[in-house]
């Protein structure tokens, strides 16, 4: 993976479109869990963008690696780096929580094209797989924002230190 786009450093890039697919993923994939009608709106939406978002996740980890072999490093440094390592298995979850919700409204669907709802969909399976995705939805939506508040106080803690800011976690000047 090149470290750098256009002579910009390639992980805040990359970032960015995991900054927006992501907590959109899960959003999607809370209301889908939640709404039936939504579910039904959102059928191919939903595990479409958790599938982008998932692609994007290691994209961002393997760039933030060739970022971090070219800064200072400190310890907020390696907090957000431990973190962003943990959203892979949440954006798996999304994504395979999104891809059942979709099957199971498919299914749903089709069943009620041939009146034989109650077989082909059972209710208590979809709820359970809607809680599921209820509770993934949420871990993400923390998790991304605990990553993005770490990479922003990584960033950020070094050039308010320059500016009369705190010093704590800053690198030794």
């Known amino acids: 993976m090149p470290s ?47 599938l982008l ?15 971090e072999r070219n800064v200072q490093g400190s310890a907020l440094l390696r907090e957000h780096t431990e973190l962003g390592d943990t959203l892979l298995p949440f954006m798996i979850g999304v994504t395979v929580l999104a891809f059942a919700l ?9 069943g009620e094209a041939s009146a034989s709802r109650a077989r082909s969909t059972s209710p208590a399976l979809v709820r359970v797989v809607a809680v599921l995705a209820v509770v993934a939805a949420l871990g993400t939506l923390v998790q991304v924002g605990r990553i993005g508040h770490s990479g922003a106080k990584s960033v950020w ?6 500016g009369g800011g705190s010093d704590e976690g800053a690198p030794a000047r």
């Open 4 to 50: 750098s786009i256009f002579g910009l450093p390639a992980h805040p890039l990359i970032v960015h479109a995991v900054v927006v697919l992501v907590p959109l993923a899960a959003l999607l994939l809370g209301a889908s869990a939640v709404s039936p009608r939504f579910r039904h709106w959102a059928r191919y939406a939903s595990p479409v963008t958790a």
């Open 157 to 162: 803690s070094q050039t308010s230190t320059s």
């Open 53 to 67: 978002g998932l692609l994007m996740v290691p994209l961002a980890t393997s760039s933030g690696e060739n970022l």
């Open 102 to 110: 979709a099957w199971l409204e498919l299914r749903g669907t089709r």
